[in-house]
Every structure is written in C-alpha cells, then in structure tokens.
C-alpha cells in the first residue's frame, strides 16, 4: 500500500524568516501520525502546505498519492481538514453546516443524509442537529467541525491541536472518536498537538523544533532512546546499598531526595533481580519510566512549556506568517 | 437511511456509510454555486432584523426629505412631488446598501474562519464568488421589492411592466454593486475598515448619483464627479422607467429626467444600463482574481 503521506525536504519562508527548514517523513495508510512541537515550531505551516494552504518554498509532499503543488484539487477531495480555529457558520443549525460541506465537496445526493446521522452519531450531536452553532459550547462545535471534516469520507484527516482549549473531559471524549475512527473507517490521521500526554496515542510522532523534525519514531521507541529508567529504593542502611549496587551490578547510585536513586535500561526487568541479588532488605522501590517530556527535552535541551515561553520571537513570526498568508491566515 | 437506523436500533454498530468525491465537474461547480446562493437566502431570513434596519434609510431619505423639501422645490417640479421624483433613486439606493451589508458578510465570515471552509473546498474559488454575487444579488432585490410596493404612497401607479422593469434593474445593480462589494472585500480583513468604505464610497456614490437632483446644469466638478459614478447609470434608467409610467408634461420630462449626457451627446438607456452591466463583470472578474490569487 502506498503511503498516505510522502514528504520530502519541505521548506517554507516568509521573507527571512524559515518556517519549516527541509523536513522529510513518510506517513502509512491506516496510521495516526502526530506533530508535536511548540508553538511557532512550524507545526501549522507544515501542516498548511500538506493541505495545499500555502505553497512551499521548496521540496515536495504527496498527499492520498497526489503532489500537494501539481495536483491541488485531487489532494483537497481526499482530505478532511479540523483547523485549530474554528470555521463553522454560527448563523447555521449544525445539519445546515454539514449539508452545505456535501454539497461543497460534491457529495452524492442519496448519500448525504446517512452519511450526517452516522458522523452526528459518532460525535454525539445527532439530537442536536437543528440547533443553531452559536448556540453550541466551544467541546461541541470541535466535535462539529470533526464530524464536518469526515462527512466526504476523506482518506486523510489533518486535526490542528484538535484538542487545544478544551476541558479534559471532552478531550478524552474526542481522543475516543479518533481511536473509533481508526477502527470503523479506512482514514489516516495526522494531527498535532503540543499536549505531551496526547501525542501518546499516536502511533507514531515526530518532534519538531525550530521548523525541523528532531526525533521520529514510536512514542515507546522514542523513550527509549531516551534510555533508562529511574529506580528509587529506601533502605535502613542507604550507603551499603550504594555500595552493594556498585559491587553486584556494576551501577553508580546516589541519595537524591532521601533515596537511594539510579538510572538502569529496562528497570521493569531490573527490579526482581534487584530483590534477588541486592542482599539487603528494601523498604520501598519506585520505578519511573521516560516520559515525552523527557524526549523532548534530550533533543531540545529545554522542556516543551520552556520553549514556548523563550520562544516569543519566533511566535510573532508565525503570526506574521499566518497574516502574509492573507484568506485562512489566523489573527 | 433505513440500514442505518437499523443498525442503530439493534445496538449493533452502525454499518460505515462510505462516500466518494467525485472529481471536479461543471456539475459539481453549479452545485457549489447553489449552495453559497442558497447560504445567503438562509441568512437573510434568520436576519429579520436587517430587513428591518436597511429599510430605515431609504424611507427616511423618501419621506422624511421628500416631504421636507418639497415646500422649497414645489416652484421647479412642474407639479411633480419631489417624493415621486426621489423615488426611483430611493429604489437604487436600497438595493445598494442590502448588496453592500451582503459583501461585507464575507469580512464576517474570514473573522469567523467560515470563509476558510468554502476556500479549501475542491471547487474553483470562482464558482464560491459568483454565488456570493447571486446571493447578494437575490437578496437586495427581494428588499427592494418592499419599496416597489410603496409606488401607491408617491402616486406611482402599479403595472407588470413597471413592476417587472423595475425588478430587472434592481437585480442587476444588486448584482453589480455585489461584486464591487466582494471585490473590495478580498483586502479588507476587518469589518470596521468595511463600515469606513461603505462611508467614504458608498455614500458619495449615492449623493452625486442624481438620485435626489436632476442631472442637467451641473457645476462643472460636479458634472463631471456625475458621470464617472456607477450609480448615476442605475438611477437614470429606474428613472425613465418610473416616469414612463407617469402622465407627464414635457417641461417636467425635460427638467426632471434630462438622462445623461456625454460631452453634449446624450446616452440611451441601453447604453447606461450596459455600462452598469459592464462595470458589474469587470468588478466580478477582478473579485475572482483576487480570490484566486490568494492562497
């Protein structure tokens, strides 16, 4: 099977500023790929391009096996777009919105009305259908604009932050559809995201900073990489402890906190030999995996929420691009 | 419809309702077309509001000038009340403003992020202004139907072709003053830059139409600002076609529609309503492009 997306030393540049700087990635049919990054890592300004939103500077991306450039229209009747802002019409019950969306996108007639109750269905909204989108909270009309993006079957769905501003509750909610969408529809996913704990449920991410992918890989084989695990132990005697782990396993530990604390690869495997071989009695062991954070911080050097607070300069920048981008730009 | 609902009622899942998009087609472009259309009709009748506020100015212009000044120009009309005389121009007029408030809702929609849906959409961003236009278009003139109603009030009397003609007129500037509407939209991106357009343009437009004066025996600039309006070529065939309808006298015919003249040489209709027609595709043509060249 063909990729679903085939991207290729992709770049953006809005006067001297370079958005995205040559990326490249290959997304399978059937996956749930995810962006994460910070804000102004150049998250949207790729995901823009691979929705034939803005033209690329340079290299090239296929999309559902159609060049994003040369074949703009193929690419956008097998897309589903949910952008991070919202872009339904208000004046119009949620049913008006998904049928004048058919309609735009050329849908068969007969298959309009099933096709909204089962997306409705999906998403919760069906008894709500002919109430006017103003009147709908800001978790509803995301579920909205999620049901909309699906209403021409699309072979790719782009979520922008899907999830960005909303309570937990109805992030949970709207991580259940993308997982029952992989199951019920034949749809690849990619989405971004700055959230840590969401990018977890993507099969595959990759980490972006400073418009370039650093990492690629499984969220588990990218925490790996990472390496090892934590392990704390509390003991009545911490420095024959220290010295017993030097002796029997070859580890350096030291008191951190008031506990005996070491870093060992795969310490889920560790812990029982630990029981076994250490030859003194543990009072307590905790053990701490990797998370994303940790990730990203090994590739970047600082932490996710860091580098959106130094990274102002870049965000105004992004800004600015949004506004050189005119008709979609965000304000 | 029916195996879903089925399905949902068994409580097993629902079979997966599949559907394709075709590839693009004039079919699909006219659809597209209908739809922007029929996206405007739906607005315009949640907004009964509107139909009410965009009535107030041409009334007052109507009856609240008409009635005022015709104790000061009862000497110049040749009989004619100045209200049956502002009447055409107040036909013209009504249908401006609805066209223009309908254009600006696209500086609405790009501040909601609607206007995003309808430019990702596989369809040409032509087909997306052209049913902007229709609707602008269809919406002013069912407005400006409520003021052909009024003829009885400034002693016009009915008739299908009065009616019919009128109408026609209206749609087309509708159409017209929609596109200029939308074209000027494309660079505005804030809807208090749109207010100021409408009364930096729209209001000089409408005053140096010759929609409240005869257009003869201009000072000069005034003259001159007279003809290079659009809205004089609107207002001078409504008017012919009002006074058509009329018993008048010659000298009333002379000094109250004295139709436009070109250095001397005096314009037919089918010219001015031309030029109306002409100036409308130029501004849709421009509109387009805009559109499209944006990304």
């Known amino acids: 099977m063909p990729a679903a997306i085939s991207v290729k030393d992709l770049r953006k540049s809005f006067g001297d500023f370079e958005a995205v700087r040559g990326v490249g990635f290959e997304v399978e049919a059937g996956e749930v790929f995810g962006f994460l990054g910070p804000n102004g890592a150049g998250k949207t300004t790729t995901i823009n391009m691979l929705c034939t939103l803005a033209k690329p500077s340079g290299g090239s991306a296929t999309v559902a096996g159609f060049d994003v450039v040369a074949s703009r229209d193929d690419v956008r009747r097998h897309i589903g777009l949910v952008f991070q802002d919202p872009t339904l019409d208000g004046y119009l019950t949620a049913a008006q919105n998904l049928r004048l969306h058919a309609e735009l996108y050329g849908v068969e007639k007969g298959l309009v009305a099933p096709r909204m109750r089962q997306v409705l269905e999906m998403v919760g909204l069906w008894e709500r259908r002919d109430g006017q989108v103003l009147t709908f909270s800001g978790g509803m009309r995301r579920r909205l604009e999620i049901a909309r993006g699906l209403m021409h079957s699309p072979r790719v769905l782009f979520l922008d932050e899907p999830t960005i501003g909303l309570n937990p509750q109805t992030r949970n909610s709207i991580w259940g559809y993308i997982r029952q969408l992989q199951e019920s529809e034949d749809i690849t996913i990619f989405m971004t995201t700055h959230y840590m704990d969401e990018a977890e449920f993507c099969g595959r991410i990759a980490i972006m900073d400073h418009g370039e992918i650093v990492a690629l890989d499984t969220p588990e084989a990218l925490k790996e990489q990472v390496g090892a695990d934590r392990i704390r132990i509390e003991t009545d005697d911490d420095g024959a402890a220290i010295a017993a782990i030097e002796a029997r396993f070859g580890l350096a530990a030291g008191v951190s906190e008031g506990a005996v604390t070491f870093a060992v690869p795969d310490g889920e495997e560790f812990v029982p030999r630990l029981f076994a071989e250490l030859g003194m009695p543990i009072r307590s062991v905790s053990l701490s995996r990797p998370t994303l954070d940790d990730v990203f911080m090994s590739h970047t050097g600082t932490t996710i929420r860091d580098a959106e607070e130094s990274d102002g300069g870049a965000r105004t920048k992004n800004k600015f691009a949004a506004q050189m981008m005119g008709g979609g730009g965000r304000r | ?295």
Not at chain 2, 58 to 84: E, I, N, Y
Not at chain 2, 161 to 179: H, K, M, P, R, Y
Not at chain 2, 258 to 271: D, E, Q, R
């Open chain 2, 1 to 295: 419809m029916s195996a879903t609902e089925a399905g949902t009622a068994l409580g097993a899942p629902a079979p997966v309702v599949t559907v394709r998009v075709p590839p693009r087609s004039f079919r699909s472009e006219l659809r597209a077309i209908k739809v922007v259309w029929r996206r405007e009709l739906i607005r315009f009748r949640n907004e009964r509001v509107r139909i009410v506020t965009s009535l107030a100015q041409p009334l007052l212009f109507l009856f609240v000038l008409g009635s005022g000044l015709q104790q000061l120009s009862a000497a110049s009309t040749h009989g004619v009340d100045l209200k049956t005389f502002i009447y055409p121009g107040v036909l013209c007029i009504s249908v401006m403003f609805t066209a223009m408030f309908s254009a600006a809702s696209i500086v609405w929609d790009r501040e909601f992020g609607f206007l995003r849906e309808m430019m990702v959409a596989p369809v040409r961003r032509s087909s997306i202004v052209i049913g902007k236009c229709f609707g602008g278009a269809t919406v002013a003139s069912l407005q400006g139907v409520i003021l052909i109603a009024l003829a009885w009030t400034v002693d016009v009397p009915y008739s299908l072709s009065l009616i019919l003609g009128v109408f026609a007129l209206q749609l087309l500037l509708a159409f017209s003053i929609t596109a200029f509407g939308v074209m000027a939209a494309a660079r505005i991106k804030q809807m208090q830059s749109f207010m100021g357009l409408m009364q930096l343009v729209v209001m000089p437009m409408f005053f140096i139409s010759g929609a409240l004066f005869p257009v003869t025996e201009l000072p000069g600039w005034l003259a001159f600002l007279n003809r290079i309006d659009p809205l004089t070529y609107a207002v001078s065939p409504m008017r012919s076609i009002i006074f058509g309808h009329l018993d008048l006298s010659k000298q009333a015919e002379a000094a109250l529609n004295p139709g436009i003249t070109w250095f001397g040489w005096t314009v037919p209709m089918a010219l001015e309503i031309f030029t109306v027609f002409a100036l409308g595709m130029v501004m849709l043509g421009i509109a387009i492009w805009e559109f499209n060249s944006g990304e």
